[in-house]
C-alpha cells in the first residue's frame, strides 16, 4: 500500500491510498485543523470508513487525542502555559488553589470567587471515619501509592451521592471531593506506614500547609509549619499540578470516557502515574542519587545510561515533549537551594551529586544529541527529602497535585459535545485463521 498526498492547502490534505490488495485507489479529503497555539493537527476521523485504512501510533507520538482549553505546551522551546499563563508567574505568585481554580474553570479566581471556591474545598478535608477501618486493612509496609490505589479507588463505595457524571452538581462535588480529600488520604497513608494516630485536617490552614499538617503534626504536641517549607511544597504542587496529555491524564480521559465514575477515574489516573517512566521518577532519581553515592562515580553510570544493552537510565531526565530545559526544573532548582539554605543543609551531599551529574550530562554529546535535560522530578526528589518526607511518599505528592489536572481535564471532557468512548485500533500481526484439530500434537 502506498499512501500520499496530492494536493495540500491550509485547510484540506487529500489523500490517497493505494492498497496493496485488490478495491482500486481509495481517496479522502482529510480536514487540517488550526489550535491557536502549536503545530496542525490533520482530523483523520473519516480516514477508516473511506479508505478501510488504520493509523499506526504507538506510544501516540503523532497523535492528538482530543482537543483542549487548558494546557499549553512547546517542547523545542521550553513553554508551559496553563490557560495562557506561564507556569513561572503561576509558581511565583499564586497558591495551589488558585491555580485549581484557574484549571478548572479558565480564569485566575477573584477575591469573592477566590474565598467561596476555598470554602467549598475545606468543606470536604475529612473522610468518612470508616475510611479509618479500609486502611487498618492494609500491611503497614506497603508502599503509600498502593494504599492511595485502594482507598482513592474505594471513595466510590463511600460517596455514592456524587457519582451520577449526567449530573452537573454531583460532577462539582466529586471534584471538589477529590481536591479537598487527596491531602488527607495521603497523610494518613504516611501516618498508617509508621504507626502514628491520624491527624485531622485544619480548615484555617493553606492547602500546603494542611498537608505538611497533617503528615508532620502528632496530637501529643502543639506543630507549627515552616512557612518557607510551606512555600516550597506549595510551588512544588503548582509545578505538578496538570501537565497536558500526559499518560496519567490520558488515563483518566480514557477510562472517564466509557462513562466510570470519578473516584475510579481518578485511581485509574494514580496507577499510571507510579510507573518510574512518569510519576514514580521523582522517587527513582533519589534511589539513583544514593545508588552513585559520590560524584567520582558519576562516569560510570552516564556509561551506563548511554549502553544500549544496559536497562539503566538516568532518572529525573529526559521527556517526551521538552527537547529543552523542562521549565519546571528551572523553577525547581531555585526552589531547591532556597529550601536547603533554609534548612541549614548548606553542602547536602545528594543536592551537590545532582548538580555535578546535570553539569556533567549537559556537557555529553550523548545527552546534547538525543535533547536530553532535566525534567520535574530531577529536582523535586531533593527538596521533599530535605523538608523531611519519605522517598516512597513523593510520588503520592505528585498524585495529590496531579488530581486537579485529571479533573479539569476530565470536566472538559465530560462537557466535550464531540467526546466518545475511547477504543484504538491495532495491527494485527499474530495467526490468520486455524482450526482446533484433536489430531494434532497440541490437541488434547
Ligand atoms: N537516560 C538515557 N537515555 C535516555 C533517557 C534517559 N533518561 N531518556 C531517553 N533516552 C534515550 C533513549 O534510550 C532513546 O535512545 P535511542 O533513540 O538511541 O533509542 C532516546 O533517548 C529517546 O528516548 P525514548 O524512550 O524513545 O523517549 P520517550 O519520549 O519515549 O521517553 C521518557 C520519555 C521520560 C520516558 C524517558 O526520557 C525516560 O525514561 N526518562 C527517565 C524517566 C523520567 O525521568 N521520567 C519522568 C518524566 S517527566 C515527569 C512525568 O512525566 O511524570
Not at 479537598?180 to 500546603?208: E, R, V
Not at 499518560?247 to 502515574?273: K, Q, Y
Not at 549502553?307 to 529526559?318: A, E, S, V
Request: aromatic letters at 10%.
Amino acid at each position: 500500500m502506498t499512501a500520499r498526498f496530492l494536493d495540500e492547502d491550509n485547510d484540506l490534505a487529500h489523500l490517497e491510498v493505494i492498497p496493496g490488495r485488490p478495491g482500486g485507489v481509495k481517496a479522502v479529503d482529510l480536514p487540517i485543523l488550526h489550535g491557536t497555539m502549536g503545530p496542525a493537527v490533520l482530523d483523520i476521523r473519516k480516514l477508516y470508513s473511506e479508505t478501510d485504512c488504520f493509523t499506526y501510533d504507538p506510544g501516540y507520538t503523532s497523535t492528538a487525542s482530543c482537543e483542549s482549553k487548558i494546557t499549553f505546551i512547546d517542547g523545542e522551546k521550553g513553554i508551559l502555559l496553563h490557560r495562557g499563563y506561564p507556569i513561572e508567574e503561576l509558581a511565583e505568585n499564586c497558591s495551589f488553589l488558585q491555580v485549581a481554580y484557574l484549571l478548572m474553570e479558565g480564569e485566575i479566581p477573584t477575591e469573592e470567587e477566590y474565598q467561596t471556591f476555598v470554602k467549598n474545598i475545606t468543606f470536604h478535608t475529612m473522610v468518612h471515619e470508616q475510611l479509618r477501618d479500609f486502611y487498618r486493612g492494609f500491611r503497614r509496609d506497603a508502599h503509600p501509592m498502593a494504599v492511595m490505589l485502594g482507598v482513592v479507588g474505594a471513595l466510590s463505595a463511600f460517596y455514592y451521592d456524587s457519582l451520577d457524571i449526567r449530573d452537573q452538581r454531583q460532577r462539582m462535588i466529586a471534584s471538589h471531593r477529590l481536591i479537598a480529600k487527596m491531602p488527607t488520604i495521603a497523610a494518613m497513608a504516611h501516618k498508617y506506614s509508621i504507626g502514628q494516630p491520624f491527624m485531622y485536617p485544619q480548615n484555617d490552614l493553606g492547602y500546603a500547609e494542611n498537608l505538611l499538617y497533617m503528615m508532620f503534626a502528632t496530637p501529643t504536641a502543639p506543630f507549627k509549619v515552616n512557612p518557607v517549607v510551606a512555600r516550597a511544597l506549595n510551588k512544588i504542587l503548582i509545578l505538578h499540578a496538570d501537565h497536558e496529555q500526559n499518560a496519567s491524564t490520558s488515563t483518566v480521559r480514557l477510562t472517564g470516557s466509557s462513562g466510570a465514575n470519578p473516584f475510579a477515574c481518578i485511581a485509574a489516573g494514580i496507577a499510571c502515574l507510579w510507573g518510574p517512566a512518569h510519576g514514580g521518577a521523582n522517587e527513582a532519581v533519589l534511589n539513583m542519587l544514593t545508588q552513585i553515592g559520590h560524584k567520582d562515580r558519576i562516569p560510570e553510570f552516564i556509561k551506563r545510561a548511554k549502553d544500549k544493552n544496559d536497562p539503566f537510565r538516568l532518572m529525573g531526565f529526559g521527556h517526551r515533549v521538552y527537547k529543552h530545559y523542562d521549565p519546571r526544573a528551572s523553577v525547581l532548582r531555585k526552589v531547591c537551594q532556597e529550601v536547603l539554605e533554609e534548612l541549614d543543609y548548606h553542602g547536602e551531599p545528594l543536592l551537590e551529586l545532582a548538580k555535578e551529574l546535570e553539569k556533567i550530562a549537559l556537557e555529553d554529546p550523548y545527552f546534547i544529541e538525543k535533547k536530553l535535560y532535566p525534567n520535574v522530578d530531577f529536582y523535586s526528589g531533593i527538596i521533599l527529602k530535605a523538608i523531611g518526607i519519605p522517598t516512597c511518599m513523593f510520588t503520592v505528592l505528585f498524585a495529590v497535585a496531579r488530581t486537579v489536572g485529571w479533573i479539569a481535564q476530565w470536566m472538559e471532557m465530560i462537557g466535550d459535545p464531540s467526546q466518545k468512548i475511547g477504543r484504538p485500533r491495532q495491527l494485527y500481526t499474530g495467526h490468520t485463521l486455524r482450526h482446533y484439530r484433536l489430531s494434532s500434537p497440541r490437541g488434547v
